[in-house]
Structure formats: C-alpha cells, structure tokens
C-alpha cells in the first residue's frame, strides 16, 4: 500500500460540491485523508514565515512533504482558484527551491454549477504546479453542473464517480 494522499477542498462551504466530491474520494481510498489546511492557515506573511512558523504551517509542510501524493479540488472564484487555497499553495512553496512540494505528484480536478466546470481555475492551478516544482499528475479533470451529480445521500454519478477514482488511481499509484 502506498503512503498517504492529502486531498485537499479549496471550499471553506459546509455543503461546498467540491467539498462533496473529495469526501466521496476519501471514502474509497482508505490511504486518502482530507486536511483542511484553508481554514487552518493564517494569510500568508512573510515575517511570520521564520524558522519557527505558526503550527498549522509547521503541520502543513510536514504532512505534505511526507504525503504520497496530494489531490486538490477546486471552485472557481472569478476566473481563479480561491484566494484561501492559493495561500495553502504560497505557505506550501517556500521555502523557495527547497520546500515540501518539490518533486510532489499532484492532481487536481475542479467543479462548477456551470457550464465549464471550473475551467479556468484548473487550469491556473495545472500551469502553476510544475513552475514551483510539483509534478502533475492526471488530465485536465473538470465536472460542470457539479449540483446536478450530487444526491442528497452524498452519493456522486457513476460517471463523475469513475472519472475521479481514475484520477484517485493515478495518484494512489
Ligand atoms: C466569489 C465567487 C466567485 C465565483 N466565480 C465563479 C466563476 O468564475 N466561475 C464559476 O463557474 N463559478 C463561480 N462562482 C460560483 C461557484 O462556482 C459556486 O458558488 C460553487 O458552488 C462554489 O463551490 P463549492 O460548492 O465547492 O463551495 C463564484 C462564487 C463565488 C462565491
């Protein structure tokens, strides 16, 4: 069995869709654990990053530089990813060249009640990885009309279900 995959929401929203769709993901992979690192963490500020750095930030870099792999799901905020997960992406990238998400495989899916399901964001997000190091993992996984796939159960459509244990599969890998 492989080591642990950090799956990671960028929505804060108790009944966030995407929130939905990492939970579905964690409960079929026994070695996915979600964090919510966007609650936990301060905004990102330079003079709080020392060699003593609040706990939640201490937390994340160790979790992720000992994770397999990290998934991150995302809304989209206006035409971006949220400005709570771009600051867990900022306290997780430095130190610069040396930090916990050097060579890290990551895959990202994102979600939308519209149209094209978060297409922008995701598509930040899969050009920013590889400039801070991380390796990408995965297509360009995106899942429009997100409030349509979702039962009231938590149960998500088969083919939603299949493409993001596709991604799941590559990352568990
Ligand atoms: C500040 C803000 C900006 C948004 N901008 C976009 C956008 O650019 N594109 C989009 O498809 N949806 C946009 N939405 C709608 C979100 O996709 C929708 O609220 C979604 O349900 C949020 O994800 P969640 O359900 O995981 O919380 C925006 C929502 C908010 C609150």
Redesign the pocket.
Known sequence: MAGTVIVI???L?A?????ALCRAIVNQYPNFVMRDYVRALPTYDGDLDTATPPQSVADLRRELGESHAVLIGT??????VPGGLKNVIDWASRPFAKHCLIGRRIGVFG????D?G?K?SVEYLRNMIPLFGATLIGPELLIPK??TVIGDDGSIEASVMQRLSSLAGELAA
């Open positions: 929401s960028g929505s929203r009944g966030s869709f995407t929130s809304p989209e905020y206006n035409y971006n979600c939308s009640p519209g094209r978060g922008a997100v409030n």
